[in-house]
Nanobody
């Protein structure tokens, strides 16, 4: 059974930093794109960042570009999201995603491109 378990969320003041982790089990994702999405109350789930398995190519939402960094450790089957210069508008539940569906490689910023999801971790940024 595939499981993605996020950790590292919490409460932080604006301008602070957090590092999220997502540990995968049940299968190896070393040859898969992995991503982070977030969902704020009353809003749709939105793309944050993704990283490919080959060459570690990354992509980011404009709202986080320059502040967030996605990385992965294939040996640990883990993906990370380093979040710096956090803003109150970054407050959301952050979800890890993995396992692109057929054809999902062309739209890795869409939540329906991914087969597996974690349970989410809350990030709250106070002003």
């Amino acid at each position: 059974q595939v499981q993605l378990v996020e950790s590292g969320g919490g409460l932080v003041q604006a301008g602070g930093s957090l590092r999220l982790s997502c540990a995968a089990s049940g299968r190896a994702f070393s040859r898969d794109t992995m991503g982070w999405f977030r969902q704020a109350p009353g809003k749709e789930r939105e793309f944050v960042a993704r990283i490919t398995w080959n060459f570690g190519s990354t992509g980011y939402a404009d709202s986080v570009k320059g502040r967030f960094t996605i990385s992965r450790d294939n040996a640990k089957n883990t993906v990370y999201l380093q979040m710096n210069s956090l803003k109150p508008e970054d407050t959301a539940v952050y979800y890890c995603a993995a396992g692109l569906r057929p054809g999902g490689w062309s739209t890795p910023w869409r939540s329906d491109a991914y087969e597996y999801w974690g349970q989410g971790t809350q990030v709250t940024v106070s002003s």
